[in-house]
């Protein structure tokens, strides 16, 4: 037996599927490749299948990550090829290691954020405005007892770093948020914070996340 970690993308319409659903899409893929698959031992037998940092509903990815315990003797080239096969559009296996690190040592992720408002000129100042800003408060829902509450939170020290631009009809966000077990700061709710703060109704939007990092800033893979 080995423990491989399959690096996969997942986006387009993919984007859009949970993180409970990319559970039983890859097992049905797995399962139609043949892929000798170690199942867990009890009542229940499983595949042995290890996911890091969920990606939040609606947001790109271009370094996901599943961890497998495989029997038997298939290539990783050969490994990669069969479950690409079956994998739907939007989801496809980038690369396939047998050296990995723990997924607890993530501490950063990487996002690209893609907006297009009626005015990008006047939109560019306002989010750099609240970027720059001392706090940004986020609004999170809660429950006090029976009743559901607002929450106001600063993310401000969630975000590492950033650079904001304009290209040609976008406004290109490249951000780096805190992840991972210690500090993890959704970038749906930064998105839903930045637009009720500038107050600006946006044309388009695409979120991605392109990288996870360590804390000292290195890959992680």
């Known amino acids: 037996m080995r423990e491989v970690r399959l690096i996969f993308s997942k986006t387009d319409r993919c984007k859009y599927i949970s993180h409970l659903d ?12 043949q892929v000798p698959l170690w199942f867990t031992e009890g009542y229940n037998p499983h595949p042995y299948m290890s996911f890091s940092l969920p990606l939040s509903l609606g947001v790109e990815s271009y370094c996901e990550s599943v961890d497998l315990r ?3 003797d298939i290539s990783n080239s050969e490994l990669r090829n069969n ?4 994998l739907p559009a939007g989801i496809q296996i980038l690369d396939v290691l047998d050296d990995f690190r723990d997924s607890s040592e993530i501490a950063f992720s990487d996002y690209v954020y893609k907006i297009e408002f009626t005015d990008n000129q006047k939109a560019l100042e306002k989010i750099k405005a609240v970027l720059e800003s001392d706090e940004i408060l986020a ?12 929450k106001e939170t600063n993310i401000k020290p969630f975000i590492d770093k ?16 805190a992840a991972g077990n210690e500090k993890n700061l959704n970038p749906t709710l930064l998105f839903d914070t930045i637009i009720r703060l500038i107050d600006m109704d946006f044309e388009w939007k695409s979120i991605s996340r392109i990288a ?3 804390k000292e800033y290195k890959i992680f893979k």
């Open 212 to 214: 996870l990092l360590d």
């Open 83 to 86: 479950i690409n096969k079956m």
């Open 70 to 72: 495989i029997v038997g």
């Open 22 to 33: 990319i559970n039983r899409c890859m097992a049905r893929a797995f399962a139609r490749a």
């Open 162 to 177: 950033y650079n904001l631009s304009l290209r040609g009809t976008d406004i290109v966000l490249n951000i780096r948020l």
């Open 139 to 150: 609004e999170k829902k809660a429950k006090k007892g029976k009743r559901r509450i607002v």
